[in-house]
Each structure stands twice: as C-alpha cells, then as structure tokens.
C-alpha cells in the first residue's frame, strides 16, 4: 500500500511540474467544473472594464447571501492563502495537474481543515493579514471538494464568488475558454459611439474635437449612426457592455472588431492578459469622459506605445486615414460575447474638406509635460516630480500652489506610475510633525489620506491620481465602542466578540487585541467598522476576562478600550 502511494505521489508530481504551456485546447471536456452547485448567474465577466483594471475572472452571483459551498474546479493541492482587509479578502489559490491555478476571493471562511491550518498561521504570526503558501503535500484537494464559503470579504461590493483560472505564468484567463458554462442568449448592448480627431489637423463635422454619435436602432436589432463628416486621422470609439441570462448585470463583452471598407482593420479580445497590463486600462479608454461623465467608452484603435496584449490583428493601429474630400467610406463595428451573439454598428463617413488654418488653443497657464522625462517642479514650500513614463504621453498641465494646497491639474490625465509629492514642514517646527500628512482634496472638499512618510522637517507622499492636495493635521484620537456586550457581564452565549472602531481623519491603521494579556484574532471589515473575534477559536478561558484592544490611526493617535468580561465555553 505504501508503495502506491509513493508511485501516486510521484507522479502527481511529476503532473504539476509539466509544462501548463497547453492551450486550454488541449484540456479535456469537464476538466474544469462549476466552483458553485447553484446556476451560475454573473454580475461580472472576465475582461471587464474597472477602475484602473481589467477584471480577471468572473464574479458569480451568491443570490444575496453569504455562506455558500465554494467547491475546488478541479481536483489539486492549495498552493496560496491570503488574508487582506482590502483587494480579495479571504482568498485561495489551487495549483492543477495541469499548471493552471484556480482562484477564490471574497471569501467568508474556509474549509474546516483549511480553517484551522490558517488560524494556526495567524495565531503564530499574531495578525489577522497574512499570506501563506503551502507546500504540495500540506493541503491536497478532490474536484468537487469543499474548500470554502462564499462571502463578502475584501473590497467586494456585495455578496458574491470572484473565480479565476490563471496558467502556469500566473496570467488569468477567460474562465469560459476553460469549459465554464454560462447561459447566454442576449446581444451585448451598444450604448455611445464617438469620433476623435487624432492630431491638430484632423476635423469631425468640422471641428477638432471629440464628437458623439446619434446611434439610430434598425429593426433587425443593430444599429447605424448619423453620417460623418470628417478629415484627417480619425479614431473610433464606442461604450458597450453584455448581459447573461437570469441576471441584468451590465458586463463586459469578449470581442470587438472593425473593418473598413470591407477590411478588417481593428480587433480586441477580452481572453487573457498579464497583470503587469492591466493600469494600460486607462490608456485603452477615454479616460477624461469616464472621469467627467461616468461612462466607459474603449477606443477601437490602438494609443502610442500601448503594449495591450489584448490587441489582435490591425490595420494603420486601427486610425482611419480620411483626406480625399468627398470621397465616402463605410465603417463597421463587430461586437460579440462569449456565446457568438453579436451586436453591429455601421457608420457611413464622408470626407470633408480639410480646415482652411488652424486655431491655435490657449494654452496659458499650462506646463508642457513630456511623457519620456522626468519632470521637477518646485512651488513654494512643495516640490513635485512626474517620473518618466509616468504619463502615457506628453501632456499640458495646469500646476499651481497657494499656502498648503497644490493643484497638479484634474483627474482628468491618466498616470501610469506614482508623482512623487514633496513639502517642506519646517515652518511648522514646534509642532507634533508626526501628525501631519499629504490628503487628496476631493471635489466636495473632503480630505482623503495619502500614505506619507516624514524625513525630518520633508513629508513625502506618492499617488497615481491627478487633483489637489493639501497638508493636514490629524490629532484626534480613533473611537472604540462595544457592539454585542458590556463592561463585566456574562456573554457565554455569544458566538462572536463585537467591536466598532472608526477613525473620522486620516483613517483606522492598525490594531491588536488581547485577552489576559495574551493575543487574540479579530477580524475587521473596513465597510462596515467592525472588528470581531470568534469564540470558537477557543482563545478565551472559562471565567473572567480582560480585554485590552488597542487601535492606531494613519498619524499615529492611537485609544485603548479596556474591558472586563465573563465566560463559560
């Protein structure tokens, strides 16, 4: 018997370390299974356009609830654990056969053996952020097996499952090209078509400038634009997204093309990309109407020195070249999702005649930013600089300081890397200098807290978000208030320990909780505020107790709750 289980073993091995460089071609009907024993219905699809991302997976709607059976796709070993009060959560990560690996995020807990292999970790680490990786002999898993719970946790926006199929150079990859079925019979939806002149010289309706396009149904359920008049190098852009069956969820679609003519001269395919791609996002969108309008619109041709993979076959970067006045042209967008249902755009373009001279914009006021070098500037007691390669091309930018407060354009321009924010603080000598830090002022006046380190009399922040900033101080200690019991009372019943921290500045840091002097694990979930310890860890004895919880906000302040209470396990 223990000769074949060193042969099982051997080759199980030998299983993961081959070469996943395969194409989901080659992987057998049924490998991958549904993570979930409910009907799959999506509120998000791989590729979809997010905030300074693409989503890497599907999110699976939990029909509004947390706690259900997440099931391991295929059968493997649990090669990654993390624990974060942001991003996934409760996430975990099942290494295949194959080499592909399986993610599962937002998680509410853990299996019962994978719970207590985690808890064990987070109780010798003391803290409740942690990352694990076992190794391939530590927690092996069956396809089918129930490896978690689905929940809530992390940056999530509501109850749901993020699943993922990554390959073996850890890129993700459209879970539907793996065998995941989701029912679908619906076209995407085509919402905003827009024309942009791509130099000084070019003209849409004759205007150098940026101009939608009245989108007009046919009754064959596609769509045609008004005509366009236009010169010069021309893009395309549109705003579309898809819809599932059982679910009115606006997602992303899998593939757009467009051809010209009669050619195809553009295409974009929502199946794999690496991580190290996904900011190029704001690149791939305009990104100044998203941030004024609140609507995505992809441009159907490819930007300077974009290195999207996503891009396929192109003709001219997708640009139309539009300069023999008169002449007219027939212009087609191709949208489908997954299962081939398909929405089209025509668009009819005339060429217009080319502008008689050029207007000049005014460009008073504005700083002359050049994508490949670095840019310094200091303004009064502040000193900024833009890396190279922090904009994705060269820029005119309004820059300006008055007493505290520097305004570094609008969050308009996209960055692709940290501006590095500098103030001198000497004058404030004196002063407790460890309170102060960099905030982002928002449009309503709010000030959010830039993660700031100080040198001395030098504060220095970093950010990927363009606005105005301002110097605050924060010396108001966090709050701590009991949610589910009392000072000195009897709480055996309770499942959980309860508290709710809030901290109204520059926002919760760090925590640590003990009882007897001795650490405990709690939980916080930033959304709602609450931290919270669950009995059945089994840290707390019999009898009376003394709760010490000490929480730290950004600056440094820092309140202690103190608490006696009682309990019979």
């Known amino acids: 018997m223990l000769h074949k289980k060193i042969i099982f073993f051997s080759l199980l091995l030998v299983a993961f370390s081959f070469s996943a460089s395969q194409t989901q071609k080659n992987i057998p009907a049924g490998y991958f299974q549904n993570p979930l024993d409910i009907e799959l219905k999506l509120s998000g699809t791989f590729g979809e356009l997010r905030t300074n991302h693409f989503h890497s997976g599907l999110d699976i709607k939990t029909n509004q609830r947390t706690g259900l059976s997440v099931h391991a796709t ?100 459209n879970p539907m090209m793996m065998g995941i079925e989701i029912p679908d019979t619906k076209r995407p939806l085509v919402k905003q078509v827009m024309a942009y002149p791509l130099d000084e010289n070019a003209t849409i309706n004759g205007k150098n400038e940026p101009a939608l396009l009245r989108l007009i149904p046919l009754k064959n359920g596609n769509f045609k634009t008004e005509k366009l008049n236009a010169y010069g190098l021309i893009g395309i852009g549109v705003n579309t997204s898809d819809r599932q069956n059982g679910a009115n969820n606006q997602n992303g679609v899998f593939r757009i093309t467009t051809s010209f003519n009669g050619s195809q001269n553009f295409e974009v395919n929502f199946d794999t990309y690496s991580f190290g791609e996904t900011r190029y996002l704001n690149q791939m969108i305009d990104y100044k109407f998203f941030k004024e309008k609140k609507s995505r619109i992809s441009k159907l041709f490819i930007p300077p020195g974009s290195p999207l993979s996503l891009y396929g076959n192109t003709i001219n970067d997708g640009m139309l070249s539009l300069y023999d006045p008169g002449t007219k042209s027939n212009y087609k967008i191709d949208i489908k999702d997954f299962k081939g ?229």
């Not at 008689?356 to 914009?361: G, M, R, T």
């Not at 922090?390 to 407060?405: G, P, R, V």
């Not at 504060?459 to 009392?486: E, Q, R």
Request: net charge negative.
């Open 74 to 173: 295929a059968a493997g070993y649990v090669s990654r654990i993390k624990i974060e009060r942001y991003g996934y959560g409760k996430a975990i990560y099942i290494t295949h056969p194959n080499g592909y690996t399986s993610v599962y995020a937002h998680l509410s807990k853990f299996s019962p053996r994978i719970e207590e292999y985690v808890k064990k970790k987070q109780y010798a680490k003391e803290s409740y952020e942690i990352q694990l990786f076992p190794t391939d002999l530590e927690l092996r898993v069956d396809q089918g097996e129930v490896v978690a719970y689905s929940g809530n946790s992390g940056g999530s926006g509501g109850p749901h499952l993020h699943f993922e199929i990554r390959d073996s150079a850890a890129k993700p990859i």
């Open 341 to 569: 249902n398909t929405s089209t755009i025509t668009v009819d373009i005339t060429n217009e005649e080319g502008p008689e001279e050029l207007i000049a914009p005014n460009n008073d006021g504005l700083e002359f930013v050049s994508s490949n070098e670095t840019f310094t500037r200091q303004l009064g007691h502040y000193n900024l600089t833009i890396p190279k390669g922090a904009l994705y091309e060269d820029e005119l930018l309004e820059i300006k300081e008055h007493l505290d407060t520097i305004t570094i354009h609008r969050d308009i321009v996209p960055l692709h890397k940290n501006f590095i924010l500098e103030y001198d603080i000497s004058a404030k000598a004196g002063d407790d200098l460890d309170k102060y830090y960099i905030a982002r002022i928002t449009d309503w006046g709010a000030a959010y807290h830039v993660s700031t380190k100080r040198n001395g009399n030098k504060l220095t922040a970093y950010s990927k978000y363009m606005g105005t900033y301002a110097i605050t101080k924060d010396d108001i200690k966090p709050t701590i208030k009991a949610v589910n019991f009392k000072n000195k009372q009897w709480i055996s019943n309770n499942k959980t320990l309860k508290l709710s921290i809030a901290d109204k500045d520059s926002g919760i840091d760090g925590y640590r909780a003990t009882v007897n002097g001795k650490f405990i694990l709690m939980e916080y979930d930033y959304k709602t505020g609450v931290l919270k310890h669950d009995f059945s860890d089994k840290a707390v004895t019999d009898g009376e107790n003394q709760l010490k919880v000490i929480v730290t906000d950004n600056a440094g302040n820092s309140t202690t709750f103190e608490a006696t209470f009682f309990r019979k396990n």
